[in-house]
T-cell receptor
Framework: DAGITQSPRYKITETGRQVTLMCHQT?????MFWYRQDLGHGLRLIYY???????DKGEVPDGYVVSRSKTENFPLTLESATRSQTSVYFC????????????FGPGTRLTVT | DAKTTQPNSMESNEEEPVHLPCNHS???????IHWYRQLPSQGPEYVIH???SNVNNRMASLAIAEDRKSSTLILHRATLRDAAVYYC??????????????FGTGTLLAVQP
């Protein structure tokens, strides 16, 4: 399917476990982003990537790891999940050039018990 | 990053115009004004963006004050589907090549039938 997809859509995990959230886009966009959304905070940028093998921290990177070996994929890993990482996670992508529009995925709702 | 101020919530009636204000008094000369919206249980979606001149597209219009310290998103005829959180975001033209979006808490628009 064309577009940007996230998997899983829902995930429950236990404190201390490692969990990876997947993001896949079919547009070959250079830029990809991970946000988290919590009540009262809007969306906060966790990590972003300008191209394959280029990643950088956003506003709230602690406790998260990203990689981007292929342009189309941008997985987000919680190495040791904590309850404070219970949130809805959104992935987004953006092309280079004159377009400034970010395209968001449907989100992953993660609960850490 | 320059900050935006939006009302927490607004109400509108269906088929009437809606004017969503945004104040950004510390905007710099190279900041674009972006508007995104987030429908319930979905990821944000792009609405419109502009730099200095008023902009129109199929979804909305963006009116930018002459001094650029404020802007207004105009929905010409609100529908029930327009009920969402609307985010006004500033992003620099040359934002470290990322065009990062820093989301605030936005305006929750309720549309009454």
């Amino acid at each position: 399917d064309a577009g940007i997809t996230q998997s899983p859509r829902y995930k429950i995990t236990e404190t201390g476990r490692q969990v990876t959230l997947m993001c896949h886009q079919t547009w070959s966009h250079s830029y990809m982003f991970w946000y988290r959304q919590d009540l009262g905070h809007g969306l906060r940028l966790i990590y972003y990537s300008a191209a394959a093998d280029i990643t950088d921290k956003g506003e709230v990177p602690d406790g998260y790891v990203v990689s981007r070996s292929k342009t189309e994929n941008f997985p987000l890993t919680l190495e040791s999940a904590t309850r404070s990482q219970t949130s809805v996670y959104f992935c987004a992508s953006k092309s280079t050039g004159v377009s400034y529009e970010q395209y968001f995925g449907p989100g992953t709702r993660l609960t850490v018990t | 990053d320059a900050k935006t101020t939006q009302p927490n919530s607004m109400e509108s009636n269906e088929e009437e115009p809606v004017h969503l204000p945004c104040n950004h008094s510390t905007i710099s000369g190279t900041d674009y004004i972006h508007w995104y919206r987030q429908l319930p249980s979905q990821g944000p979606e792009y609405v419109i963006h502009g730099l200095t001149s008023n902009v129109n597209n199929r979804m909305a219009s963006l009116a930018i004050a002459e001094d650029r310290k404020s802007s207004t998103l105009i929905l010409h005829r609100a529908t029930l589907r327009d009920a969402a959180v609307y985010y006004c975001i500033l992003s620099p033209l040359y934002g470290g090549a990322t065009n990062k979006l820093i989301f605030g808490t936005g305006t929750l628009l309720a549309v009454q039938p």
